[in-house]
C-alpha cells in the first residue's frame, strides 16, 4: 500500500532522535514482513516525530525519553529491547500519544516476529488509545494483516471494514477496499462491487488498474 506523506523539516541533524525516527520509515520499507504494516509504519513513525517535537516541553518528557531509546533500538534491529521500551511507554503512561504510538509500534513488532495473537492485542490497544487519531487506520490493517496471517479471514475483513466505518480514515478508505477486493476474492460480487467502488473513485488513481485487472478476472471466472 502506498501512503502519501507531508515532510516537516524539524532540524534533524540537531535531533538525533527525530533523525533515528526518519531513518526507522526506510527499513521498516525494506524489513517489513506485511507489505501493509511497512505503509502504514512509515506514516506513524513520520508522526512520531512530529509528536515527539511537539511535546518537548510537555509533562511526559520521561515517556519521550523512553519512546526514543525504543526507536534507537528498533532503528538498530534491538527488536527485544525496543519492545521493553515500547511495552514500558505503553502500560505507564497510558493516556499520552505516545503511549498509542508504542503500542502500534510493538504490533508492528509481533507482526514482523509472526507472533499473531500479540500483534493482535497491542493493534487493538493502539485502536483504543488516547488520541489515536491517524495511528488508528493504520491499526485496523494491522489487524487485518496478522489475522490474515492467522488464517482468520472472516476478522481480516470485519477490521477492514472498521476502517470504512471511521470517518477519521478517510485517507486510508481506498487501500482498504483494495484489500477487500482481494480478501472477498471467494464471492466475486462483493469484490465487484468494491472494484467498482474503487474505479469510480477519483481520488484512488493509483488503484483504478488494479482494480479494472481484478474485475475482469472476475468477470473472465464467472
Same mark, same amino acid.
Given at each position: 500500500m502506498d501512503i502519501q506523506q507531508k515532510k516537516k523539516v524539524m532540524e534533524p541533524q540537531a535531533d538525533p532522535l527525530v533523525e533515528s525516527i526518519i531513518k526507522?520509515?526506510?527499513?521498516?520499507?525494506?524489513?517489513?514482513?506485511?507489505?501493509?504494516?511497512?505503509?502504514?509504519? $512509515?506514516?506513524? +513513525?513520520? =508522526?512520531? #516525530?512530529?509528536?515527539?517535537? /511537539?511535546?518537548?516541553?510537555?509533562?511526559?518528557?520521561? $515517556?519521550?525519553? +523512553?519512546? =526514543?531509546? #525504543?526507536?534507537?533500538?528498533? /532503528?538498530?534491529?534491538?527488536?527485544?529491547?525496543?519492545? $521493553?521500551s515500547f511495552s514500558d511507554v505503553a502500560n505507564n503512561f497510558r493516556h499520552t500519544p505516545l503511549a498509542t504510538m508504542s503500542a502500534f509500534m510493538m504490533g508492528s513488532i509481533y507482526l514482523q516476529q509472526n507472533n499473531y495473537d500479540q500483534a493482535v492485542t497491542w493493534f487493538e490497544t493502539a485502536v483504543g488509545g488516547a488520541q489515536s487519531g491517524f495511528v488508528k487506520a493504520q491499526?485496523?490493517?494491522?489487524?487485518s494483516a496478522a489475522y490474515e496471517e492467522k488464517g482468520d479471514v472472516a476478522s481480516a475483513i470485519?477490521?477492514?471494514?472498521?476502517?470504512?466505518?471511521?470517518?477519521?480514515?478517510?485517507?486510508r478508505h481506498a487501500a482498504a477496499r483494495w484489500r477487500l477486493a482481494l480478501l472477498n476474492k471467494d464471492n466475486a460480487s462483493v469484490s465487484s462491487a468494491f472494484c467498482k467502488e474503487l474505479i469510480s473513485d477519483t481520488l484512488a488513481v493509483m488503484y483504478h488498474q488494479k482494480a479494472e485487472n481484478l474485475l475482469a478476472s472476475l468477470n473472465v471466472a464467472n
Open positions: 526507522a520509515k526506510d527499513f521498516f520499507t525494506k524489513n517489513g514482513t506485511a507489505l501493509v504494516i511497512c505503509a502504514a509504519a $512509515a506514516l506513524v +513513525i513520520i =508522526g512520531g #516525530g512530529l509528536i515527539y517535537s /511537539n511535546m518537548k516541553e510537555s509533562s511526559t518528557k520521561k $515517556a519521550q525519553e +523512553i519512546f =526514543g531509546i #525504543g526507536m534507537l533500538d528498533y /532503528n538498530d534491529e534491538q527488536f527485544n529491547k525496543a519492545l $521493553a491499526a485496523y490493517e494491522g489487524l470485519k477490521s477492514l471494514e472498521r476502517v470504512l466505518r471511521d470517518r477519521s480514515a478517510q485517507h
